[in-house]
């Protein structure tokens, strides 16, 4: 720079060095998923030393809660500075229960809550919102939300619902040739009986047998005689245990008895 003033001349000079600074990139704001951890690396170039927001200076930082993550680097009097936002991805809530009760012959429609954005996938591969459940069994839905997927499973029970099958002849001759000999309630195998009583009626409203035992079975016989041939009405009392649930049930009808 030079300046003239009264015929008099005056200059000066400055020098300017211009120094590269650091590049830094830590890429793109991120989505954490809930319960996982994510890592961001030092994508550093032309620096003498850098440091993370914790002090820290290693090649990457280990990421498990949200918030603003910054790299500082120095390349001779220069700094530069990059930060990413880290944004919690919360766990979907699907409000399904961890089970569920099938009532023989009937069906339960599981309706998951899916926000919008989300996809999903179920056990078979189907990817419908809803799953239509008539088998016992297990069943899974996956989902998949902003990078971020989750898996919850249900287990679906076979329940009789408060009413067992129950098989009661309606004939049977106590003849002693062997077959139909005698009358009882026939139940399902699988069927825990808690408690059981059953009374046999004769027309005249009378009690003529009663049991609190389910094996025992009435062999067509009156304190000792043989009943006559003809229509007996029966009432049966119960409790079940069956998949956790415990329930009361009754059934009556008649037998015929021949001979």
Same mark, same amino acid.
């Given at each position: ?6 015929? @008099? ?30 890592? =961001?690396?030092? &994508? ?16 990457? =930082? ?14 001779? &009097? @220069? ?25 023989? $012959? ?28 008539? &088998?016992? $069994? ?5 989902? +998949? ?15 009789? @619902? ?12 106590? &003849?002693?040739?062997?077959? +139909?000999?005698?009358?009882?309630? *026939? ?63 009754? =059934?009556?009808?008649?037998?015929? *008895? *021949?001979?």
């Amino acid at each position: 720079m030079q300046v003239e003033k009264d015929g @008099c001349t005056a200059a000066d000079s400055v020098q300017v060095q211009v120094f590269n600074t650091p590049s830094i990139d830590l890429g793109a704001d991120q989505s954490l998923c809930e319960g996982e951890s994510t890592e =961001l690396e030092a &994508n550093v170039q032309a620096y003498d030393s850098f440091s993370w927001q914790d002090g820290s200076q290693s090649s990457f =930082l280990i990421i498990s809660s949200p918030g603003i993550y910054w790299l500082e680097a120095q390349l001779g &009097n @220069c700094t530069a500075r990059d930060s990413v936002l880290v944004q919690l991805e919360p766990a979907l809530d699907l409000d399904l229960p961890d089970s569920i009760l099938i009532c023989r $012959g009937q069906s339960q429609l599981l309706q998951p809550k899916i926000p919008p954005g989300t996809s999903v996938e179920w056990q078979d591969g189907s990817t419908v919102p809803t799953y239509l459940v008539d &088998n016992p $069994g297990l069943y899974s839905i996956r989902t +998949h939300r902003n990078g971020c997927t989750a898996e919850t499973a249900i287990i679906a029970i076979a329940s009789s @619902c408060g009413e067992i099958p129950v098989f009661t002849p309606n004939v049977f001759t106590p &003849n002693d040739d062997g077959p +139909h000999d005698s009358f009882r309630p *026939l139940f399902p195998t699988a069927v825990n009986i808690l408690a059981y009583q059953i009374k046999i009626f004769d027309r005249w409203g009378a009690l003529i047998f009663s049991s609190l035992d389910q094996d025992q079975a009435w062999d067509g016989s009156v304190q000792g005689r043989p009943a006559g041939i003809g229509v007996y009405v029966f009432l049966v009392s119960f409790t079940v245990e069956e998949s956790g649930e415990v329930f009361d049930q009754q =059934l009556a009808g008649s037998i015929t *008895l *021949l001979r």
